[in-house]
Every structure is written in C-alpha cells, then in structure tokens.
C-alpha cells in the first residue's frame, strides 16, 4: 500500500504539467448531464476533439429539455467531426429524452439506471458518478487498465476485472481523480507503446509488466 501510495502521489504531481482530459474539464461546470454527453462524445475520439465538440454543442443546448428542441440533423452539425457522430448524435437525443421522461429532466446517479441507457458502460457510467456526482467511483478505461497492470498493482485480462482488483488497493479518496491522473499520465509519458520511462518519475516503483521496449 506504500508504494501504492508513493506512486499516486508522484504521478500527481507529474501530471500537473499535462492537460486534463475532456470530461474532467466538462466536470468543472458540475453539470452531471454535460459530463454524461462529454463522455458520451469522447468514445474513439481524440480529447482535442471532444472538447471542442461538446463546447459548440452546449453553447446551443446545456440541458437535456435544450437538446429535445434540436433536430438529429443539427445534433449530428455540431458534434461533428467526433468519430461515430451519426450514431452519437442518436444516442445523445435518445437519453436526452428518457432524462426527460423518466428522470424529471435530472441524471439518475445509480450505476444500475446510467448502464440501462444506451452506449453506456462502466466506463462512462462511473466517470459520471465520480465527476458529475463526486461520488466515489473507479473508472476504468484503456489506459488505467494498461498501466494498472504495467505497474504491477494488479494483474488482470478486463477492465472490470482491474476495476474490483483496483477498489482493493486505491485508497477512496483517490477513485474519483484517478482516472483523470492516469489518462494523462499514460497520453504524455507512460505510452501504449515505447513509454519515456527514462523521464518517468515512478521508474523505479514500477514493474514495467508486458513493457519490451521503453525510452
């Protein structure tokens, strides 16, 4: 639990230095629905992207009455270029209106009713739990996953799976950012492939697990 510890706290200080990743920056406004759509926005799509996608978005439509008064068509102009937009754009309108229908214009914050919404996961559904809600979640996305295992705190084949194994050895006041920490720690230094571990601030802390060439 130390080295846990250690590590967290100097990938934290390491990613000051990078930007945020989308949603969390869509989090700041406290919004649970924008985060919901931000995410929604994010999936296979570049962070650059998404941000810009969902600013020209919300500046039209912030609330999920606003987003029924769009069209698909005008949906689909606004988020483009996010990858999949056609179907994203579908998606958007669709739980914008069960956020209507069912929920009184409010996101659910249970996990079980956000994975009843359709293109939502565990990934999506804790993000928004922990940015929207701030309640204590772990998102497990591919880059946690992979440097979860790189480092050696866990040794697992799913990201469900790292996430029960992660719930395990993080401690809870860590869950909600640690997706935030480890997204730009692994976009900037610790890489899918060729990681800078030669300027990395936990090389010697880390088990380097799967890693056969490194810089």
Sequence with gaps: MSDVLKILRLISRQSKAYDVPSVTLVSYGGDPYQV???????????DKTTIEASRRLFKVAKTPEDMLKLSLGMI??????????????????EASRRIVDEYSGKVPSGLDELLDFRGVGRKTANL????????????VDTHVHRISNRLGWVRTHSPENTEIALRKIIPRRYWIKLNTLLV?????????????????PVYSLCKRTGVIKYR
């Design 184 to 200: 730009a720690f692994g976009q900037n230094l610790c890489l899918p492939l060729s990681p800078l571990c030669s300027e990395c």
């Design 128 to 139: 928004v739990l922990g940015l929207g809600f701030r309640k204590p979640a772990i998102c």
């Design 76 to 93: 689909r102009r606004l988020i483009y270029p996010v990858g999949f937009y056609r179907n994203k754009g579908k998606v958007i309108l």
């Design 36 to 46: 919901l759509v931000s995410c929604l926005l994010s999936l296979r799509t570049r």
